[in-house]
């Protein structure tokens, strides 16, 4: 078992910044990449960036290219992401994921994750 918290949310005016951070305990050995992705009523859950756990690779969706930034920690097993020039659309909860089965899917899909953390609301005003 994985267990995920997210830390960092909270409400930042249009072109602020904020970073989340997803602190990762239990067998967070097994880790083998984490994402973030978010998710407003009534829409599906969004990816948003990942990384993976053992080599540079990093991924962002398109909405996020250069405005977000995803890193992480190993030795204190957390995970980043900062971000910057916050825009209304951003307003969602942003969860983190951590995969530790690499079952073949891309880092963009949520069924690449098998643990997820709580969530935590990031809301941006105009």
């Known amino acids: 078992q994985v267990q995920l918290v997210e830390s960092g949310g909270g409400l930042v005016q249009a072109g602020g910044s904020l970073r989340l951070s997803c602190a990762a305990s239990?067998?967070?050995?097994?880790?083998?990449?984490m994402g973030w992705f978010r998710q407003t009523p009534g829409k599906e859950r969004e990816f948003v960036a990942a990384?993976?756990?053992?080599?540079?690779?990093?991924y962002y969706a398109d909405s996020v290219k250069g405005r977000f930034t995803v890193s992480r920690d190993n030795a204190k097993n957390t995970l980043y992401l900062q971000m910057n020039s916050l825009r209304p659309e951003d307003t969602a909860v942003y969860y983190c994921?951590?995969?530790?089965?690499?079952?073949?899917?891309?880092?963009?899909?949520?069924?690449?994750?098998?643990?997820w953390g709580q969530g935590t609301q990031v809301t941006v005003s105009s």
């Open positions: 994921a951590a995969d530790t089965r690499s079952v073949g899917w891309g880092p963009d899909r949520d069924r690449a994750y098998d643990y």
């Open positions: 990384i993976a756990w053992s080599d540079p690779n990093t």
């Open positions: 239990g067998r967070s050995f097994s880790i083998r990449r």
